[in-house]
Each structure stands twice: as C-alpha cells, then as structure tokens.
C-alpha cells in the first residue's frame, strides 16, 4: 500500500477547475416573469427565440432579463415585479395591471425562451427598443444586448447604435416578425452569426 504524503507538495494533486454556476433553478426565475404586459393590453406583443452556444447548440440553462419603456416611450417607475406573500415569504407575482417594463425568463430544455411585454416607445434619437441581459453557462460577466423591432425602417435607419454598425452585425440586434405582434430574437453568444454584445464604461 502507497501512502501519500498530502503536506507535501510534490504529492497533491492539483485541483481540478471548475466553471461559475450556474444556479440559476433556485430562487431567479419566478412566476409570470416574461408576463410583462398587463393582461389584454392592446399593445402586447410577443417575443420569442433561442439562446445557442459557439458551435449553435440551445443552452438549456440561460436565463434574461429584459427592460423597456412604454409605447410612449416612457421607462416605469413601479414596483411590483417580484412581489412576495407577506405572511409565507412565496412569490406572488404581478399583480397584473402595471406595467414595470421588466421581466425574467429561463430557457426551456430546447434553449427557447419567450415573454410577453408591451410595444416599447422610442427614447431620444434611438429606434424602440429593449435592453437585455444574457446570464448563461461559461460566462463570467453577463451580456448586454438590445431588441430593435423592425417595424420602422426610417427609425432603425438613423439609430445610432446601428448606423455604427455593418448590414450583418446589425441583422442580429433586430428581431424578426413573424405575424400577429410576434417577433423572433435568437441570441448566439459567439461563432458565426454572434449577436453583437455592448459594453458599458
């Protein structure tokens, strides 16, 4: 029988490396986090897509965040998103009637995620849109990225976050319409076709 030595240092074995998380099953997601819009609004739209990896496989264990202002444009100042039940300390949910702009989804088994929020206004000199957070396997630092809607060329046009970029690169911060107030947005964090991420200083 071999005995090692564990205080001495040419016997241990180093410590194998170990990726940050992700834990985001417990306590992040919560219910109706991608209910965003107040029930029957009629300016609810719909989006939906896939978070994939380098080599195009859906990440099953992603997660986003999703901010944006009114279709006037204005960002909500109301709380609420994550109300909890005084007396158990569980979720309560919207109460669904305000609007807080916010929301959290998890992607599904397939990499899939989709929420429902209200047609963002535009702000400023930029074309609607909505800001987003990706938090997803092998990343240390979140990313953040927009949602441009492509209803309004003119608008998307004179943006000054697109105009900076090329036709492709801009391709991937725009959603796709599919009919109906649904718009398709995939996320792919690199490799062909990456999703342009913005930095914030």
Request: hydrophobic fraction near 35%; glycine fraction near 14%; charge should be negative.
């Amino acid at each position: 029988m071999t005995k090692i030595d564990a205080g001495s240092p040419e016997s241990v074995l180093p410590t194998p490396s170990h990726t940050v998380g992700p834990f985001y099953g417990y306590a992040l997601p919560f219910p109706g986090g991608g209910e965003i819009a107040p029930v029957g609004h009629p300016d609810t739209i719909t989006l939906q897509g896939h978070v994939r990896d380098g080599e195009g496989n859906p990440l099953p264990d992603a997660f986003l965040e999703l901010w944006g202002p009114d279709p006037d444009g204005t960002l909500p100042q109301v709380d609420g998103s994550m109300r909890r039940d005084p007396a158990t300390g569980g979720h309560l949910g919207r109460n669904g009637v305000q609007f807080t702009g916010w929301g959290r989804v998890q992607t599904d088994a397939d990499g899939h995620w989709y929420a429902r929020t209200l047609r963002p206004g535009a702000r400023g000199h930029s074309a609607p849109y909505l800001s987003v957070c990706v938090f997803a396997r092998g990343l240390l630092v979140h990313l953040f990225t927009r949602i441009y809607l492509p209803d309004d060329a003119s608008a998307l046009a004179s943006d000054p976050l697109l105009a900076r970029l090329d036709e492709q690169r801009r391709g991937t911060l725009i959603a796709a319409a599919e009919g109906n107030g649904t718009y398709r947005f995939d996320i792919r964090l690199q490799g062909e076709g990456e999703t342009v991420f913005l930095e914030f200083r």
